[in-house]
Nanobody
């Protein structure tokens, strides 16, 4: 059983920063066995990939829309993944989800991820 819990969302103004966290708990496999990713879903839109990170954290990849603006990281000792979001824009408003893929190579495709958190709301006002 894997549980992912996101936190750190909120209401901010354009240009502000936020750091999201995703806390992992699991019985069978350690956090370091999972490739991780952030996705988001804006109102009326499909869920989209934001950023992904390999099991060791040595590889990261981003959607073009957030490249240079967001930074994904993980701390395997703390069983936590992060998303640092800078220079936020109203179009970044969405529910942000973290996802885990056991032994995965990392992917920007949501169907590759077996486990999902409940999401955290990020709202950016103009």
């Amino acid at each position: 059983q894997v549980q992912l819990v996101e936190s750190g969302g909120g209401l901010v103004q354009a240009g502000d920063s936020l750091r999201l966290s995703c806390a992992f708990s699991g019985r069978t496999f350690t956090f370091s066995r999972y490739a991780m990713a952030w996705f988001r879903q804006a109102p009326g839109k499909e869920r989209e990939f934001v950023a992904g990170i390999s099991r060791t954290g040595s590889s990261t990849y981003y959607a073009d829309s957030v490249k240079g603006q967001f930074t994904i990281s993980r701390d395997n000792a703390k069983n936590t993944m992060y998303l640092q979001m800078n220079s936020l824009k109203p179009e970044d408003t969405a529910v942000y989800y973290c996802a885990a893929d056991l032994y995965g190579p990392g992917s920007n495709v949501d169907s590759k991820y077996e486990y999902w958190g409940q999401g955290t709301q990020v709202t950016v006002s103009p």
